[in-house]
């Protein structure tokens, strides 16, 4: 049978027995590996319609797998045929008409090195090795987020090969329904093949603030960075998080194997002018150390790779939107980020507003816009003997969020999930799911692509 799919593609197709069948791209998540008997590493969208159709005539699950950072394990399934694209990580920009074309295998740091060299950049993720795709198809925050929106704002068409193994354009003149999914709804609707995003003028300096406070120092901090947020302009996109620094000789002794609050910022437009507007950041308590400085923009967004290492940690992360942060909220994160069980575990608050609320909430799939907040939090430890511990730490920590507040959940922040599959979607889409669900009928009407965050098609 493989043999058959040998003769059909122009790419590798590894079976568990064959030599190289382990190093396809590893996943970050080393909780959920995956085991799948049968790897196809696609070189093109002819290799994908080639899988996709094998797997549907031969009635194989399919996995896909584009940057592998999925938190739940969504592209490692076991027993499935993994339609693996790390290959497929072309970048060609047109600067002129200012778009850039993106194969689907492609991560951000693929993307930000293409786009810098003409001074262009899309809105991506804080990990340049996250994958474009998952990214993109679930939404997507990032540091130009408050003055340029979500990824999937900026994705202005897609080619995706459909479980029929068609390969569709979907854009504002064709598909238009599909393009409209494929903004927030994820994975469901086929394999993204190309994204065509529209690119803004960035760097290729930007101001950043890097400012490291000791944890003990977090709800001052965390209270000071709110007060900030309230009034600060577009330009300026904000975060807080708290981490245990490593005892790296290249850091300043005073964060070795230290707890710290961070606030991390960009600011979106002439670098000095946003180094003056970034100061009150850096004076919201006692720095240990402060990496505020005009900054590439490629390496911002490198900036926080080195915590994120592949096939290292066990991640179970959870996410709650806030419609305010009160003095109370703010010391439960602070309580909470100082009793964290694992040192990698960070408890993160994102700043939202400014483009993503300016988007209606039924503009795209993408639902959730209005809330100025969102809690983050990442459990990430290695050994997997801790397993029990720190998943339930986290259920813990997101249980007693709610009382701060509930304005649901955002899916790519998510580990595999305790509740019934239905509670997260009704929870990140709301009014969307029931289009969502007709869309779904409409291109994947059997439900083939089914390890994602899953829409069940709607009944004819
Ligand atoms: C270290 C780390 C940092 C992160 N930082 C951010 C961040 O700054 N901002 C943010 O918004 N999110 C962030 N995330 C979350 C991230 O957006 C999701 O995990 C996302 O799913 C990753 O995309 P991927 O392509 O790497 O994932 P994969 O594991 O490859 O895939 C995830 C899902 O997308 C589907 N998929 C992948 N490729 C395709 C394709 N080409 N066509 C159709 N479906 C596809 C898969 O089937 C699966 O369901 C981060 C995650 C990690 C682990």
Redesign the pocket.
Request: aromatic share 12%.
């Given at each position: 049978m493989i043999a058959e799919l040998r003769e059909r593609v122009s790419c590798p197709v590894l079976a568990p027995e064959d030599p190289g069948f382990g190093e396809v791209r590893a996943?970050?998540?080393a909780m959920h590996p995956g085991d799948p008997s049968l790897v196809v590493s696609c070189f093109g969208t002819a290799d994908v319609v080639d899988a996709v159709t094998f797997a549907r005539d031969n009635g194989l699950a399919m996995?896909?797998?584009?940057?592998?950072?999925?938190?739940a394990?969504?592209?490692?399934s076991d027993s499935c045929m993994l339609i693996d694209?790390a290959p497929m990580h072309a970048v060609q920009v047109d600067a002129a008409a200012r778009l850039a074309r993106v194969q689907?295998?492609a991560?951000w740091a693929d993307v930000d090195r293409e786009t810098q060299a003409f001074g262009l950049a899309t809105p991506?993720?804080?990990?340049s090795?996250?994958?474009?795709?998952?990214?993109t198809?679930?939404?997507?925050?990032?540091w130009l987020r408050r003055k340029y929106g979500l990824?999937a704002d900026h994705l202005l068409a897609a080619e995706?090969v459909g479980p029929d193994g068609q390969v569709r354009i979907a854009s504002e003149n064709e598909n238009t329904d599909l393009l409209w999914a494929l903004r927030g709804g994820?994975?469901n609707f086929?394999?993204?093949?190309w994204f065509t995003f529209a690119l803004e003028e960035v760097g290729p300096t930007v101001a950043f603030g890097g400012t490291f406070y000791p944890i003990e120092e977090a709800a001052q901090v965390i209270r000071g960075w709110r007060d900030y947020v309230a009034i600060a302009p577009d330009e300026v996109t904000a975060t807080c998080l708290t981490i245990t620094m490593p005892a790296d000789p290249e850091l300043p002794e005073a964060v070795h194997n230290r707890a710290c609050v961070v606030i991390g910022a960009v600011y979106s437009g002439g670098a000095d002018a946003g180094m003056d507007i970034l100061r009150p950041l850096r004076e919201l308590g006692t720095p240990l150390m402060d990496m505020s400085q005009p900054m590439p923009f490629t390496a911002v967004q490198q900036g926080f790779d080195a915590f994120?290492p592949r096939n290292t940690l066990q991640?179970y992360w959870k996410s709650r939107y806030l419609s305010s942060l009160s003095d109370e909220a703010i010391d439960f994160v602070a309580a909470r980020a100082l009793d964290r069980p694992s040192p990698f575990t960070l408890v993160n608050l994102f700043h939202m507003g400014g483009a993503i609320a300016a988007v209606a909430p039924d503009a795209t799939a993408f639902a959730q816009r209005s809330s100025p907040f969102l809690l983050s939090i990442d459990g990430n430890w290695t050994e997997p003997a801790d397993n029990d511990a720190n998943i339930a730490w986290v259920r813990r920590t997101f249980q007693e969020s709610a009382n701060y507040g509930d304005d649901g959940v955002?899916l790519?922040?998510t580990g595999r999930s305790e509740e019934p599959p239905d509670v997260a979607m009704d929870s990140a889409f709301g009014a969307n799911l029931r289009r969502l669900a007709e869309i779904k009928a409409k291109y994947d009407p059997t439900n083939m692509?089914r390890?994602?965050?899953n829409i069940t098609p709607a009944p004819n």
């Open positions: 996943v970050f998540n996995s896909v797998r584009g940057g592998g950072h999925s938190i394990g969504l592209s490692a694209l689907g295998g991560v991506g993720g804080v990990v090795d996250t994958g474009v795709a998952g990214l198809l679930g939404g997507g925050y990032g990824a995706v994820g994975g086929g394999v993204v093949t994120f991640a955002y790519n922040f692509f390890s994602n965050n």
